[in-house]
């Protein structure tokens, strides 16, 4: 019998992360003006991205690698200088940061970093990133086995999300990823055939569908993300599919929107438990206080 048990939280996926950096070790770096020297000289690069969130990227990774816990940050002038950017920017990013809780901010001070922003976890349930990029990151050679592409009548939430009306039709596609023959990943995916273009015979489905919507004009930028755990999928077809002695699974289901706001997918995507596993990080909601001790 199948049964699931849903995780006890959501997250808010955003864009992966776009800073790369030299695999280099870093020296020690403790001044203000060194600190902002090595986001230079270190070959940061910021790709496409909206801008504060690159600048978000950039300082997130400096204070992670170059300061601790309660150091006081460069001030806005000095990263925008640096980097730059407008002020307005800066301190864009920094709001952002310090929603994150990497930042806290001490009226009359400064900005300070927190012991959050010294974690660093593998795999951040909250970073983006297609099945496709996440399994070539791990390593995992896969072959990907296109298991049915579908235009059927969507459901009232698939209505809601892609904002159309009722009879609407949504493209279904349900994909198998195997490694070393055996299932890893097993994919359900719901698209609004608004956002494609030609024939659907003619899209190659075995691609990374983060990837399709992104070069047919919308690319996705973040997602809500539900999680949970499942001993085999619930779905009778879906079990026909990968197998019956395969599992437990970790269930991802996710809404995924543009820039603008406008959810092009939901997926239903069942990863291998003893293959895949996610990290996040938790803190408390005091604010961070710079006299506290141990």
């Known amino acids: 019998m199948s049964h ?3 995780i006890v939280f959501e997250v808010q996926r ?3 992360l776009t800073v790369e950096t030299e695999d280099e070790p870093v020296a020690e770096v403790r001044s203000r003006s060194a600190i902002l020297d090595h986001v230079v000289a270190s070959g940061a690069r910021l790709r496409r991205k909206a801008l504060p969130l690159q600048v978000r990227d950039t300082i997130a ?5 170059e300061m601790r816990p309660g150091d006081l940050l460069p001030s806005e002038m000095d990263f925008a200088k640096r980097l730059v950017v407008s002020r307005s920017t800066v301190r864009e990013a920094m709001k952002l940061l310090e929603q994150e809780g990497l930042v806290e901010t001490h009226r009359g001070t400064g900005r300070y970093a927190t012991a959050a922003s010294g974690l660093h976890p593998v ?15 791990l390593g995992y050679e896969t072959t990907t086995k296109v298991v049915s592409v579908t235009l059927r009548e969507s459901t009232v939430s698939e209505q809601q999300a892609f904002e159309m009306g009722s ?3 949504v493209v279904e596609t349900r994909r198998l990823r195997e490694y070393q023959g055996s ?23 075995s691609d990374s569908v983060v990837s399709i919507l992104e070069l047919m004009g919308h690319e996705i930028t973040a997602s809500s993300a539900r999680i949970s755990v499942a001993s085999e999928p619930l779905e009778s077809h879906v079990v026909a599919d990968i197998g019956l002695h395969v599992g437990p699974w970790l269930m991802v289901n996710e809404q995924c929107v543009t820039r603008l706001g406008r959810c092009v997918l939901m997926s239903y ?6 293959m895949f596993s ?12 710079l006299s506290a001790t141990d």
């Not at 795999?123 to 990151?137: G, N």
């Not at 299932?183 to 190659?204: A, H, K, Q």
């Not at 995507?269 to 003893?274: I, M, P, T």
């Open 61 to 65: 990774t400096l204070v992670a690698e």
């Open 167 to 169: 009879g609407s039709q």
């Open 4 to 6: 699931r048990s849903e």
């Open 123 to 137: 795999r951040p349930m909250t970073k983006f990133e297609s099945i496709t990029k996440m399994l070539a990151e």
């Open 14 to 16: 955003d864009v992966v």
């Open 183 to 205: 299932p890893c990943v097993y994919s359900v995916n719901v698209l609004d055939p608004r956002t494609l273009s030609g024939d659907l015979t003619d899209i190659d489905w």
């Open 269 to 274: 995507d069942y990863h291998l438990g003893s």
């Open 278 to 289: 996610f990290s996040v990080i938790r803190r408390r909601e005091e604010e961070f206080d």
